[in-house]
């Protein structure tokens, strides 16, 4: 019997070390999982393995769950240049394919296309799968996610059902709050490119015992890639980009979670980015030599320069975790994370732009407001900094459209578009709505 969209596997977790702390979780595996197989999450397996999965995989009903969460999620085109669009239009018959494919072994994955995309001065790879092995993925996600997800441990935030980038800073605010101030700011080195294919297959081998399965798995690791005219098959790594690789880029790094929290130690990890809180230096350096034991031991690389330990409270001790900064008491925004939004300010208020002010505030707005939904946690100070850079850049846009050269400092626009004119135009002003915010609680 299958179980219901409503049923929901609850996870409640009380850390002492926080008096009160008390985090409560839900996840909803997909209806594909039976009750029988519910109910074995929590009592055990026989050898703990899982077996016969292939046909769950191969079901056409879990192809088709896979395909509307590809299809929602967009994105571009793989090797084969078939969109999205296009195999929507003939979805019956390509899901078909696929569950015959997958049933008699005849799927094979086809390469990886290759793009890079801006990551602070430089690029980063990412890997573009064709729809066909996204969809793919996407069905042997819903079926092998709950089996690890029901043992990850409970400070691990990033790709995981549920969970967020807020709910990892809030653990992180909780525990700077009750005085773990020395903390380790840990940076694995190009991890998603260097994760060693033959311990993750192992990792995973632990948990499932189906060879089609474990097979599927070492296919899309295996899989080529493709950049311009070039192609390889990598040794190692799993492509950012394809939706399964959060899955298994968490379960490679479980166990160096299970290793710092039965040491006693508080690390709070999103993917590959991690901060160890402790209350001294002594515990700080001890915490990161045993990760450094773990993660030489695993094939892994602590980045040299960005790796180190800081007393939180001190001016230039301070660590950034998921475009925040830590330093002196305060939460800061990151420096690259408010330089990205200055470079997306400039581009929709470029002084050539043939739009009325109007429309370019009403294209402003949600990007605005999306950055302060995130960062409203953040010191004041920066959300009047950022108002005034959008007010500068508005000015700038009208003085170009009335045909007025030179410098608009000079020129006085603030007395002739006074910071009231924006407001009446609509233009989202974060430092009023955090005022606001602050007054009303």
């Not at 088709?64 to 239009?89: L, Y």
């Not at 311990?199 to 950049?227: N, S, Y």
Request: proline fraction near 5%; include cysteine; glycine fraction near 8%.
């Amino acid at each position: 019997m299958e179980i219901e969209a409503s049923s929901v596997s609850e996870t409640t977790r009380r850390d002492a070390s926080v008096p009160g702390r008390c985090v409560q979780r839900k996840f909803t595996p997909a209806p594909i999982w039976s009750s029988a197989m519910l109910a074995a999450l929590q009592t055990g397996v026989k050898g703990g393995k899982w077996h016969s999965l292939i046909d769950k995989v191969s079901r056409l009903e879990t192809l088709k769950m896979g395909w509307v969460q590809v299809e929602r999620n967009a994105g571009a085109a793989g090797v084969d240049r078939m969109s999205v669009t296009r195999f929507a239009q003939a979805k019956d018959r390509y899901l078909a394919e696929l569950a015959r494919g997958l049933r008699d072994g005849s799927y094979c994955p086809q390469p990886v296309r290759r793009v890079y995309i801006p990551k602070g001065k430089g690029q980063r790879p990412l890997g573009i799968p064709a729809v066909k092995d996204r969809v793919v993925q996407a069905a042997l996600k819903l079926v092998i996610e709950p089996i690890f997800e029901h043992e990850f441990a409970p400070r691990s935030y990033g790709f995981r059902p549920g969970l967020g980038c807020k709910d990892a800073l809030r653990e992180v605010d909780q525990y700077l709050k009750a005085g773990y101030f020395w903390v380790v700011d840990a940076d694995l080195q190009s991890y998603f490119d260097t994760i060693p294919h033959a311990p993750l297959l192992a990792k995973v081998g632990r948990r499932i015992a189906d060879g089609q399965v474990l097979g599927l798995v070492q296919r899309f690791l295996k899989q080529d890639i493709m950049e311009d005219l070039k192609r390889w098959t990598p040794t190692s790594g799993s492509p950012q980009g394809a939706v399964v690789s959060p899955l298994l880029a968490n379960i490679y790094l479980h166990e160096l979670d299970v290793e710092m929290r039965q040491a006693g130690l508080v690390m709070v990890r999103y993917a590959d980015d991690a901060v160890v809180l402790c209350r001294s230096r002594e515990e700080a350096e001890a915490a990161l030599a045993r990760m450094r034991i773990w993660v030489a031991a695993n094939g892994l690389t602590l980045h040299p320069d960005k790796t180190h330990i800081g007393d939180c409270r001190v001016d230039g001790q301070g660590f950034e975790f998921l475009g925040y900064r830590f330093e002196a008491g305060q939460r800061w925004v990151r420096k690259k994370s408010l330089m990205s939004l200055r470079d997306k300010i400039r581009t929709m208020t470029k002084r050539t732009v043939g739009h009325s002010i109007e429309c370019v505030i009403a294209s402003l707005n949600p990007t605005l407001k999306g950055w302060y939904g995130y960062f409203k946690h953040a010191h004041h100070f920066i959300f009047s900094s950022i108002d005034g850079f959008v007010r500068r850049r508005l000015r700038a846009l009208l003085r170009r459209q009335k045909h007025r050269p030179g410098q608009g400092r000079c020129l006085n626009d603030h007395k002739q578009w006074p910071n009231a004119f924006f407001a009446a135009l609509g233009l989202f002003m974060m430092l009023e709505v955090h005022r606001l915010a602050r007054q009303s609680r």
